[in-house]
Nanobody, 123 residues
Framework: QVQLVESGGDLVQPGGSLRLSCVASGSIFSINTMGWYRRAPGKHRELVATITSGGSTNYADSVKGRFTISRDNAKNTVYLQMNSLKPEDTDVYYC?????????????????WGKGTQVTVSS
């Protein structure tokens, strides 16, 4: 079974930094775009950052210059380096990826979500 597992969320003071990781596992033959999203209670889901298999990146305006997304294709892992964190960054951060996998003797490509990791920015 393909799954995404996030880690790295924590409680941090404003101005601090965190590094989130998301590892994709399973019978994977390819991963296209990977990204990070956030959605706190009462808020709509927001794209934070994405990165394509070719390394092209896209960021929400609210995090440009502060967050950096990267990936290690050999490890099926995407990272989100978060610097200069603000209280408004507080949220559950979810990993997302378009993944091609093997199962039941067929190839399947679909979008996957991780369970999320909590980031809390507070003094």
């Amino acid at each position: 079974q393909v799954q995404l597992v996030e880690s790295g969320g924590d409680l941090v003071q404003p101005g601090g930094s965190l590094r989130l990781s998301c590892v994709a596992s399973g019978s994977i033959f390819s991963i296209n775009t990977m990204g990070w999203y956030r959605r706190a209670p009462g808020k709509h889901r927001e794209l934070v950052a994405t990165i394509t298999s070719g390394g092209s990146t896209n960021y929400a305006d609210s995090v440009k210059g502060r967050f950096t997304i990267s990936r290690d294709n050999a490890k099926n892992t995407v990272y989100l380096q978060m610097n200069s964190l603000k209280p408004e960054d507080t949220d559950v951060y979810y990993c997302n990826a378009d993944i091609g996998s093997y199962g039941d003797n067929v190839r399947t490509r679909r979008n996957y979500w991780g369970k999320g990791t909590q980031v809390t920015v507070s003094s």
